[in-house]
Nanobody, 127 residues
């Protein structure tokens, strides 16, 4: 069983910064927090991958946020962070954390690759 809890969302003005966090807890013999990622979903749009992190250090960041957002992880605490800088109005969405024991690394930004999801945290950007 895997539990993901996101925090850090809120309202911010364009150009501002936020840090989202996601704590992962898993039971069992396998580490279901080894692969983790951030996705977002705006109203009437499909869920899109933002950034992914593997505990061996590999990362993947979507072109839409590259240079503005950074992903990091406290591996010991199993907590994933998304550092959002120079936030734009189009970044407004519900942000979801995802986790898995194994994910195809070439497809880490595809939502259908992930088994476990958090409840989401809202980010609203005003211009």
């Amino acid at each position: 069983q895997v539990q993901l809890v996101e925090s850090g969302g809120g309202s911010v003005q364009a150009g501002g910064s936020l840090r989202l966090s996601c704590s992962c807890a898993s039971s069992g013999f396998t580490d279901s927090c080894y692969y983790m990622a951030w996705f977002r979903q705006a109203p009437n749009k499909e869920r899109e991958g933002v950034a992914a992190y593997v505990d061996d250090g590999e990362q993947m960041v979507a072109d839409a946020v590259k240079g503005r957002f950074k992903i990091s992880k406290d591996i010991g605490q199993k907590t994933l962070h998304l550092h959002m800088n120079n936030i734009l109005p189009e970044d407004t969405a519900t942000y979801y954390c995802a986790a898995g024991t194994w994910v195809n690394r070439a497809r880490m930004l595809r939502a259908n690759q992930w088994d476990h999801w958090g409840q989401g945290t809202q980010v609203t950007v005003s211009s």
